[in-house]
């Protein structure tokens, strides 16, 4: 496709078990972001990978988080035991050459 | 402050122009951007503009930068009740893309 693709588009949860997102980026993207937004919420950067560096990871709230880019291309946000306080939607982005990133549909989590 | 940073609320009357005002934290960014969300949507970017430039038009908005301030504003022309959304800033600090609280814009008829 020509964006940027999420699955699942919304995922519900409970609590203490672990949930995989992932995020197809536009095709030759080299740089691909992870971002959470809650509820009314601005969002918050997670992790940035940017071609075969190691990712910035500054953002991520806890070692419960972790995320994964394999071949450059595909990436999976994995929570693991997830807690209620995780709900939120999880958007993911990537950036070209050029200084444009755009951002998927998201994924809706709920942790019940 | 550590914080990208905008007014939370903004209402408008249809017809009007709407300014959308960010302060943002790093004097190095080289990018700053607008960017759009409606109700149930991920982001669309709406416009960005390189550092070295005060001001950027593209048909009905407008983005005027002032540096020496750390200052970014959106301005809207003609502002349609289409436009009712939630309008991100953000700054790219070390490749990666900070953004603020957003500005829910309203526009009434």
């Known amino acids: 496709g020509a964006g940027v693709s999420q699955s699942p588009s919304n995922k519900v949860t409970e609590k203490g078990k672990d949930v995989e997102l992932r995020c197809d980026p536009i095709s030759g993207h080299t740089a691909l972001y992870w971002y959470r937004q809650s509820l009314g919420q601005g969002l918050e950067f997670l992790i940035y990978f940017q071609g075969n560096s190691a990712p910035d990871k500054s953002g991520l709230p806890s070692d419960r988080f972790s995320a994964e880019r394999t071949g450059g291309s595909v990436s999976t946000l994995t929570i693991q035991r997830t807690q209620q306080e995780d709900s939120a939607v999880y958007l993911c982005?990537?950036?070209?050459?050029?200084?444009?990133?755009?951002f998927g549909q998201g994924t809706r989590l709920t942790v019940v | 402050g550590e914080d990208v940073e905008q007014s939370l609320f903004l209402s408008v009357r249809e017809g009007d122009s709407s300014v959308i005002n960010c302060t943002y934290t790093d004097s190095s960014s080289t990018y700053l951007y607008w960017y759009k969300q409606e109700p149930g949507a991920g982001l669309q970017l709406l416009t960005y503009i390189f550092s070295n430039m005060d001001m950027k038009q593209d048909q009905r908005l407008t983005v005027l930068l002032n540096k020496k301030d750390k200052h970014l504003s959106l301005r809207i022309a003609d502002t349609q009740t289409g436009d009712s959304a939630i309008y991100f800033c953000?700054?790219?600090?070390?490749?990666?893309?900070?953004f603020g609280q957003g500005t829910e814009l309203s526009v009434k008829p």
């Open positions: 953000a700054e790219s600090k070390g490749g990666k893309l900070i």
């Open positions: 982005a990537s950036r070209g050459q050029g200084p444009e990133a755009f």
